[in-house]
């Protein structure tokens, strides 16, 4: 795709909201990257489904949804991101050429801390939620496959974070996870994150 982007690092900023299901393996859609194997609670992998908007001051500014799948090799925990849909052309190219993220595109409406849609994938309507107090840091690396290797990559920042109760509703390429429900959702009110690592 010949659209530009920016270097890594990314620098963002926004709001999110994130549910975790557990999920049969066989249910899953995709093999985990070369090395890894699924985290599994009561044979059931760990999955994480999650809505951002990415504001200003971010180098880009868009909707996403996502599903992921925590992983290990031994006992390093990575974040397997398995299906993943962004409003922004750059967000695409830069997900796929920088991380091996395999973004597609979609349309969204809404926002992610109260009620968001991504047009024939998922929609969230998020409850009452009870606030964490202060920013909480957080911290994990992604871990994708490109060819017979995997791209590992640092995310680290901070969230201002609250739990509640979320209704989530998939369909099209999510329905997989349909009709499952959710063991928490967490709204993530503002974050910011760095994606990426400084080029050599």
Do not use: C
């Not at 010949?2 to 909201?17: E, K, R, T």
């Not at 809505?51 to 180098?59: G, H, L, Q």
């Not at 429900?181 to 994150?193: E, K």
């Amino acid at each position: 795709m010949d659209v530009s982007y920016p270097d890594q690092p990314w620098d963002l900023h926004g709001d999110a909201s994130a549910g975790v299901f557990l999920v049969p393996l066989r249910d899953l859609p995709s093999a985990p990257p070369p090395g890894f194997r699924p985290v599994t609670v009561l044979g059931r992998a760990v999955v994480t489904t999650a809505f951002f908007r990415y504001r200003e001051p971010s180098p880009l500014t868009y909707g996403e949804i996502m599903a992921t799948v925590l992983v290990r090799r031994g006992l390093r925990l990575r974040v397997n991101i398995v299906q993943i849909w962004v409003d922004s052309p750059a967000s695409l190219a830069g997900g796929r050429e920088l991380w091996a993220i395999p973004k597609d595109l979609a349309e969204f409406r809404g926002d992610p801390t109260t009620s968001m849609e991504a047009i024939g994938i998922g929609s969230l309507e998020v409850g009452r939620t009870v606030s964490v107090p202060g920013w909480v840091p957080t911290g994990f690396r992604t871990a994708q496959a490109r060819g017979a290797r995997a791209v590992v990559t640092p995310v680290s920042g901070r969230v201002r974070v609250g739990l509640g109760r979320g209704r989530w509703r998939f369909e099209g390429p999510l329905s997989w996870l349909s009709g499952r429900r959710s063991l928490l959702t967490m709204a993530v009110h503002r974050f910011r994150l760095r994606f990426g690592q400084e080029s050599a």
